[in-house]
Structure formats: C-alpha cells, structure tokens
C-alpha cells in the first residue's frame, strides 16, 4: 500500500526541491543566543557547527539564555517537577500557572488571562468559541497562519481586507451589513497582527480602533512579534498606539521576545476568557504548560517590569543598524521595529547574499515569493538586545563584503 504513496511523496518533496523552497534545517549546538554555533545545514554532522553571529532570532530582549530565566527554570523544575500530565481542567492546574495568567493581565491590563501551549493554539481556539455562523471575522490579509487556520474553524462570514488598508477594511465592515439577511452580523471582530513579520510594519491599531467603534465591532490583536518590547511598559503595539483598554481581545506568544522557550494566551474581557476556559478545544485537549517555562515566563516579565534597559537596548541597536546600513547605500524599509528587511528584490540574488553572510559567518534569512510579493526579495534582519554593537558593525561588513561580491 505505502509504496504507491512512497512514490506520490517523494515527487512532491522533488517539487519543493526544484521550486527552490525546501527547507534545509541548520542545527545550533549552543543555547540560543545573538553568538551560536551552527552546522551549515542539512542533516548534519553536530561536529561541524560553527561559530555565527546570529540575526534571524525572535530573541528580542536576549532572554533566550539570561541566567535568571534558567536559574527560574531549574527551581520550578525542583520545587514543581516537570510535567503536568494533565490537562489543565482535569489535573494540570498549578498556582503558578495562575499566577502566570495574572501577570500577563496585569501587564497587559486586560481583566483576564488564559494560558496555551502556544500562540498557534490560543488562535485556533480563540474563534471558534466565540464566533459562530451569526457572526462576521474581518481579517487582514497578511495576518500570520494561525490566524488564518483559527478562523477557518468557524462557520462565520469571513472577509479579508488588504494589508493595514483602512479604506478596504471600512469597506468590509459595510459588507457585513448585509449578513442574516440584511439584519447584519450578531458579532463582528476585526482581526490583524500587531506587526507583521516580514516587513516590520505596524498595524495602525488607532485607525482600526475608530473603525470598530463606528461599526459597534471587536478587535483582536495578536502581538507576538510585539510583546514585551514594544510601548511604553513594553505592553505591546496596543500601548505603543494608546489603544490598550480599546482592544477587546489579545493573543500572543512566550516564544520570541519573553523568553523564547514556548507557550501562548489570549488575555481580554472577562467573560471572553471565561467561554473560552469552557469551550476552546486546543485548552480543553491539550496538555499544560510545563512548570519550568511557567516559572521562567513569570521571571521575564519580572525583568521587563524592573527595567527598560533591554528594551532601550533593543530600539538603539535596530537604530544603529539602520544607520549604518543607510550609509552604505543599501535599501531597507521604513520602520521603528526591531524586524528590518533589507531588499534585493532579486529572489536568487537575495539566496546568494544570504549564503555569502553565512560564510562571513553571520546567520541570516532570505525571504521571496510566495512568502513575500515576487520582486520584493530580500533579506529579514532581526535585531535583538544581546547584539553588541562590534556584532552589528560585522553584520553590517558582512552585507557589504556580500554585495562587492556579486559586483564582481
Ligand atoms: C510566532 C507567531 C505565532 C506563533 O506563536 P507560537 O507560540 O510559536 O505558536 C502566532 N502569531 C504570530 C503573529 C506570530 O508571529
């Protein structure tokens, strides 16, 4: 029976290797950090990693490997153990996994918080329990994929507006008027990321906040590659836009900047966290979170809370970077994020500069069609907090070494 499917796969796998888009993992031998060993890709041989200057992380604040996330780590792990082997509503519930869900709300400001294996989970629950075939999701079209598959699990309306484009999504909104047969939709919910990733472009959360008030709809933010850095506390785009206590629903990630390890929520009203306690399938059916990371997640938002050392940190390398990278001539986008896309345009051009910084021993991503428009190649640099800035200039050199390269 498997032989026919042996054969079906591996013509597909042959197709993703000719388009040019498979997906070759490099294993890092070293915590993960803005300085790691790497092996050059493949399947390979541990023994062959090499030192890299990392900047293709979401390791904004550099909490990946800080020595008082793991010293939390390890306590849990004596004090807690280390797995639940539950459930949270059967037997998998610890008082730190509350207290967690109580310091995400209290940095966030929402009223409640719930936890999640991950941000891909909070967002394939957080719809199809509060979203039915009544109910009208507008979602912006270059929101991130779990988003995308979370609302696919309704039966409501669905309408996709075009990237941050205010005018479609009022267009969209009127649309929704029509449902129920001209009654409208019981439940509207705006729908976009906080940033979107392979731009580094924020949301325009004040402009979608009025629009929700005009039209009496929800918004929902999910702020993963925001949390913990961006506005004023750190709080995310809704505080950087001054628009916290108008965004109903939050989902987000521990995974990139707080700490990196895993784990996600959707914090919010009251009653919304409360439904989703009751009826969100990926809660109900999926295992707690591990006491370590609980404990770990607690600890960054602690350091987050004392201090905006790492977050200055942060901004002022992304600002160095651009300067620098300015002065030598090379296009990037506008932007006041940490995610700076530097642009070949190119899409083989793009592959080649990023082979050649590997060889200049720093660790970056070339991204191209379909990820991104064709003929808007380029190069997504991720900066972090850990970076030094001897670490950006090399980066910067290596981009140049790269580009003189090709010239000749
Ligand atoms: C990274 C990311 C996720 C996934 O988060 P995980 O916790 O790793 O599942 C979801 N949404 C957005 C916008 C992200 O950037």
Same mark, same amino acid.
Request: aromatic letters at 8%.
């Given at each position: 029976?498997?032989?026919?499917?042996?054969?079906?796969?591996?013509?597909?796998?042959?197709?993703? $290797?000719?388009?040019?888009?498979?997906?070759?993992?490099?294993?890092?031998?070293?915590?993960?950090? =803005?300085?790691?060993?790497?092996?050059?890709?493949?399947?390979?041989?541990?023994?062959?990693?090499?030192?890299?200057?990392?900047?293709?992380?979401?390791?904004?604040?550099?909490?990946?490997?800080?020595?008082?996330?793991?010293?939390?780590?390890?306590?849990?792990?004596?004090?807690?153990?280390?797995? #639940?082997?539950?459930?949270?509503?059967?037997?998998?519930?610890?008082?730190? %996994?509350?207290?967690?869900?109580?310091?995400?709300?209290?940095?966030?400001?929402?009223?409640?918080?719930?936890?999640?294996?991950?941000?891909?989970?909070?967002?394939?629950?957080?719809?199809?329990?509060?979203?039915?075939?009544?109910?009208?999701?507008?979602?912006?079209?270059?929101? %991130?994929?779990?988003? *995308?598959?979370? *609302?696919?699990?309704?039966?409501?309306?669905?309408?996709?507006?075009?990237?941050?484009?205010?005018?479609?999504? $009022?267009?969209?909104?009127?649309?929704?008027?029509?449902?129920?047969?001209?009654?409208?939709?019981?439940?509207?919910? *705006?729908?976009?990321?906080?940033?979107?990733? #392979?731009?580094?472009?924020?949301?325009?959360?004040?402009? *979608?906040?009025?629009?929700?008030?005009?039209?009496?709809?929800?918004?929902?933010?999910?702020?993963?590659?925001?949390?913990?850095? #961006?506005?004023?506390?750190?709080?995310?785009?809704?505080?950087?836009?001054?628009?916290?206590?108008?965004?109903?629903?939050?989902?987000?990630?521990?995974?990139?900047?707080?700490?990196?390890?895993?784990?996600?929520?959707?914090?919010?009203?009251?009653?919304?966290?409360?439904?989703?306690?009751?009826?969100?399938?990926?809660?109900?059916?999926?295992?707690?979170?591990?006491?370590?990371?609980?404990?770990?997640?607690?600890?960054?938002?602690?350091?987050?809370?004392?201090?905006?050392?790492?977050?200055?940190?942060?901004?002022?390398?992304?600002?160095?970077? $651009?300067?620098?990278?300015?002065?030598?001539?090379?296009?990037?986008?506008?932007?006041?994020?940490?995610?700076?896309?530097?642009?070949?345009?190119?899409?083989?051009?793009?592959?080649?500069?990023?082979?050649? #910084?590997?060889?200049?021993?720093?660790?970056?991503?070339?991204?191209?069609?379909?990820?991104?428009?064709?003929?808007?190649?380029?190069?997504?640099?991720?900066? =972090?907090?850990? %970076?030094?800035?001897?670490?950006?200039?090399?980066?910067?050199?290596?981009?140049?070494?790269?580009?003189?390269?090709?010239?000749?």
């Amino acid at each position: 029976m498997y032989t026919e499917i042996k054969q079906q796969l591996n013509d597909e796998l042959q197709a993703i $290797r000719d388009a040019g888009t498979f997906k070759a993992e490099r294993a890092i031998t070293t915590p993960q950090s =803005s300085h790691v060993k790497a092996t050059p890709g493949g399947v390979e041989d541990s023994s062959k990693a090499e030192p890299v200057l990392n900047f293709c992380a979401n390791n904004y604040l550099g909490l990946a490997d800080h020595p008082k996330l793991i010293e939390a780590a390890k306590r849990a792990l004596d004090e807690r153990g280390f797995g #639940m082997a539950s459930v949270r509503f059967i037997c998998g519930t610890g008082d730190r %996994h509350l207290e967690l869900e109580r310091r995400v709300s209290e940095f966030l400001g929402t009223e409640d918080t719930i936890l999640f294996a991950s941000c891909f989970d909070a967002n394939g629950g957080v719809f199809q329990s509060l979203f039915g075939k009544e109910d009208a999701i507008i979602s912006d079209e270059l929101n %991130h994929a779990s988003l *995308i598959d979370g *609302i696919r699990l309704t039966k409501s309306a669905r309408l996709r507006y075009r990237n941050a484009d205010m005018a479609d999504l $009022r267009a969209k909104l009127e649309e929704t008027k029509q449902l129920n047969d001209g009654k409208g939709a019981r439940r509207t919910v *705006i729908v976009t990321d906080g940033v979107f990733s #392979m731009d580094g472009y924020l949301a325009p959360l004040d402009e *979608i906040c009025d629009l929700a008030d005009e039209f009496g709809a929800l918004v929902l933010v999910d702020d993963s590659h925001a949390v913990g850095f #961006m506005g004023e506390t750190g709080a995310g785009t809704p505080e950087h836009f001054g628009v916290s206590d108008r965004v109903d629903i939050y989902t987000g990630t521990f995974g990139k900047a707080l700490g990196g390890a895993s784990g996600g929520y959707v914090a919010g009203r009251k009653e919304i966290v409360e439904m989703l306690r009751q009826t969100a399938r990926p809660y109900l059916f999926s295992n707690s979170l591990a006491p370590s990371i609980v404990e770990a997640t607690i600890t960054a938002l602690d350091l987050v809370k004392e201090s905006s050392e790492l977050r200055q940190q942060l901004f002022d390398n992304a600002a160095l970077f $651009r300067r620098r990278m300015s002065e030598e001539g090379f296009e990037l986008l506008e932007g006041e994020h940490a995610i700076i896309p530097v642009m070949f345009h190119d899409a083989a051009l793009a592959g080649r500069i990023a082979d050649r #910084m590997l060889e200049n021993g720093v660790y970056v991503t070339a991204f191209s069609f379909p990820v991104v428009p064709r003929g808007e190649a380029r190069i997504r640099v991720q900066l =972090s907090a850990a %970076h030094s800035a001897q670490d950006i200039e090399k980066v910067v050199q290596a981009f140049v070494k790269s580009r003189d390269a090709e010239q000749h």
